[in-house]
């Protein structure tokens, strides 16, 4: 079993960054795919963002050339680095661990128009 805690969210003005991080209680990402999944008020939980074990990464076409995945290995932390930032990216973040089926709480990210 592994723990994800989730930070780094907050409200911003729309055009504006943000970067969330997810921890893990221990070593695992040279074994599983790491995903940042968005739940707004009323819609489903979609995929934003995964990276690989291998580091392969892919993206909602929502946020290609937006958000960027990135992981450090040494601290056991998976980020979510969010640039241009639009009001309908307004959603609670959360992070997953998939060969475990592991969620974080999730941080709430609110963009104001």
């Known amino acids: 079993q592994v723990q994800l805690v989730e930070s780094g969210g907050g409200l911003v003005q729309a055009g504006g960054s943000l970067r969330l991080s997810c921890a893990a209680s221990?070593?695992?990402?040279?074994?599983?795919?790491m995903g940042w999944y968005r739940q707004a008020p009323g819609k489903q939980r979609e995929l934003v963002a995964a990276?690989?074990?291998?580091?392969?990464?892919n993206y909602a076409d929502s946020v290609k050339g937006r958000f960027t995945i990135s992981r450090d290995n040494a601290k056991n932390t998976v980020y979510l680095q969010m640039n241009s930032l639009k009001p309908e990216d307004t959603a609670v973040y959360y992070c997953?661990?998939?060969?475990?089926?592991?969620w974080g709480q999730g941080t709430q990210v609110t963009v104001s128009s």
């Open positions: 997953r661990a998939a060969w475990f089926d592991s």
């Open positions: 990276i690989t074990s291998g580091g392969s990464t």
């Open positions: 221990r070593s695992i990402f040279s074994i599983t795919t």
